[in-house]
């Protein structure tokens, strides 16, 4: 099963990122770590549903692999965003733990 650390390639184009609910900004992707990090903010609110956050974490994996790519002397930190949103993904999609909304990792 391919994971987020697949097709990580020096010098390609950064992955195309879809642009849905209010919490994903309507600007192009950013190319530094801070600047991810207040894009992907405030994220869902605490009230959304399992299925919201689950797509914002899909979303973040999206966005830190770009800055990885982009970002060469913030690429470790950039991963292990993609790393941790990824397992917070996958955790809300199996019901593995069960952890209050408020509880929830936010970049």
């Excluded at 192009?28 to 609110?45: D, F, N, Q």
């Excluded at 299925?51 to 974490?57: D, N, P």
């Excluded at 690429?75 to 955790?91: F, G, H, K, S």
Aim: aromatic share 10%; hydrophobic share 35%.
């Amino acid at each position: 099963m391919p994971g987020p650390l697949d097709n990580l390639e020096p010098d390609t184009e950064p992955p195309v990122i879809s642009q849905r609910p209010q919490w994903r900004s309507t600007k192009p992707a950013p190319m530094t770590l801070a600047a991810g990090r207040e894009y992907v903010s405030p994220g869902p609110a605490s009230d959304a549903s399992r299925r919201e956050w689950i797509e914002y974490y899909q979303w973040c994996v999206e966005v830190f692999r770009t800055i990885a790519l982009a970002d060469a002397r913030h690429r470790n930190e950039a991963m292990a965003e993609v790393l941790i949103a990824a397992r917070w993904a996958e955790t809300l999609s199996q019901g593995i733990e069960e952890v209050a909304p408020e509880n929830y990792y936010k970049p």
